[in-house]
């Protein structure tokens, strides 16, 4: 049986297609998480509301919470379709479902904003065995209702939980020794490696939240974590070591 994998996919339409063509035919068992954040922005300036972010995450009071998980909502049904369409029938999700993503809120003064606690694996496993492949939209739910959860670090949970490699696809290669020389990419880096880097500045910026949503699906409980570029073979190209940088412990 191929290697089950959970794949974080970026949450834009327009870019989708190629990578729904290579998602559609990977042979083993996904789970996919997405994410959302130009579209949230763009629906957020249409009906008025300004956008704000605190350390990388988007500030969300309860009135914008709403206009959040629909767009999350409405996203997943439209790659759910896509992968559907290609042969690959597809089930999109919230936290909401079956209360697949238990949550707590991480800080009063971001709002509506959460951390997974807990995964309801037996409902994803289930998806698994019938067949179809799991869309989660990183919406998760606390008692007063739902919470807007960053989509790396909800896959890390989940990809945890399932104890599944997770593979984040980006707009980057990898990491690289020098960041303008594609071919400086570092096959496979241990978690110390990893802090190393950041210390020394090899790994700055962008990439810095990209490892660090690898080091946290590790901590969760993943076997491994890649950062990748989307793109034709991609996942066979990560599960073979030539594509990506894996990440491990």
Do not use: C
Request: charged share 20%; hydrophobic share 45%; no cysteine.
């Amino acid at each position: 049986m191929e290697q089950a994998l959970l794949v974080k996919i970026g949450g834009s339409l327009k870019e989708a297609g190629e990578l729904l063509d290579e998602i559609s035919t990977y042979p083993g068992p996904l789970v996919l998480v997405h994410g959302g954040g130009p579209r949230i922005a763009e629906w957020l300036n249409r009906m008025g509301f300004e956008t704000h972010f605190h350390q990388g995450l988007r500030i969300t009071p309860p009135e914008q919470m709403e206009v959040v998980e629909m767009v999350l909502t409405t996203l997943g049904k439209h790659l759910a379709d896509g992968l559907s369409r290609r042969g690959r029938p597809s089930l999109a999700l919230t936290g909401r479902d079956a209360e697949l993503l238990q949550a707590r809120l991480l800080d009063p003064m971001l709002g509506r904003v959460g951390e997974v606690t807990q995964v309801n694996t037996g409902t994803l496993q289930k998806l698994l065995q019938a067949g179809l492949t799991p869309l989660v939209a990183p919406i998760g739910l606390d008692a007063q209702g739902p919470l807007n959860i960053n989509a790396d670090t909800a896959a890390g949970a989940i990809a945890g939980a399932l104890h599944l490699p997770a593979i984040f696809l980006t707009d980057v290669v990898g990491v690289l020794r020098d960041p303008k020389d594609p071919s400086s990419r570092f096959p496979q880096l241990s978690q110390s490696q990893v802090q190393a880097l950041i210390q020394e500045g090899t790994i700055s910026g962008g990439m810095i939240p990209k490892v660090e949503a690898a080091l946290n699906a590790l901590r969760k409980g993943a076997p491994w974590a890649t950062v990748a570029r989307g793109g034709r073979g991609i996942l066979q190209g990560v599960l073979e070591g030539t594509a990506g940088t894996r990440i491990v412990v």
